[in-house]
């Protein structure tokens, strides 16, 4: 009915930037929450960051001043611009929808994406 498809990840230096996009698709009217998560081999999954339709965001304390989450709520995806990336940013990121609402009007939550893999190193 509906899927979350990532891209974006990669390998990069520390220092360096990568752009993570999520695009939901299926029936859907809106998409009420969208947030990324990401986690690290050994370590629980954590949320890094997330943002409402209506404009609204929030951030891990980590990650605050180097990435923004955007949303383009007209093709229901929502970016992740991660810039001074450092060593500990390495994880798997995955995307996460809630409060999707679809043509029939039905609600549906807590859809993830396949995850895509982040790795900083020099």
């Known amino acids: 009915q509906v899927q979350l498809v990532e891209s974006g990840g990669g390998l990069v230096q520390p220092g360096g930037s990568l752009r993570l996009s999520c695009a939901a698709s299926?029936?859907?009217?809106?998409?009420?929450?969208m947030a990324w998560y990401r986690q690290a081999p050994g370590k629980q999954r954590e949320l890094v960051a997330s943002a409402t339709s209506g404009g609204g965001s929030n951030y891990a304390d980590s990650v605050k001043g180097r990435f923004t989450i955007s949303r383009d709520n007209a093709k229901n995806t929502v970016y992740l611009q991660m810039d001074s990336l450092k060593p500990e940013d390495t994880a798997v990121y995955y995307c996460n929808a809630n409060g999707i609402r679809l043509i029939s009007s039905t609600i549906l939550n807590n859809y993830w994406g396949q995850g895509t893999q982040v790795t900083v190193s020099s």
């Open positions: 299926g029936s859907i009217v809106r998409v009420n929450f």
